[in-house]
């Protein structure tokens, strides 16, 4: 009798633990979903400062070609 009481505890146990793995499972899914969420939007956001940094170094030729020609139609 002591022994069919240990197997069923043990049993139980087993049961127990792997109905809690779906949970771990969807867990660890939704974690997975997050991350993905945020890097998509860390790329976002690495695009729009890249597509800025790009359009600030053209001022900035834009600006360095106006000043050079102000300058040189100052001294003439």
């Not at 049993?11 to 969807?26: A, D, H, M």
């Not at 940094?53 to 001294?75: F, H, P, W």
Request: aromatic content about 10%; hydrophobic content about 45%; glycine content about 4%.
């Amino acid at each position: 009798m002591m022994i069919a009481s240990f197997l069923f505890k043990i049993c139980w146990q087993v049961l127990l633990y792997i109905s809690t793995l779906p949970k771990f499972y969807n867990i660890a899914l939704f974690a997975s979903e997050v991350f993905e969420l945020h890097m998509e939007e860390l790329r976002a956001k690495q695009e729009e400062i890249s597509k800025r940094d790009s359009d600030i170094k053209l001022l900035e030729a834009i600006i360095q070609t106006l000043g050079g020609k102000e300058s040189r139609s100052s001294s003439g």
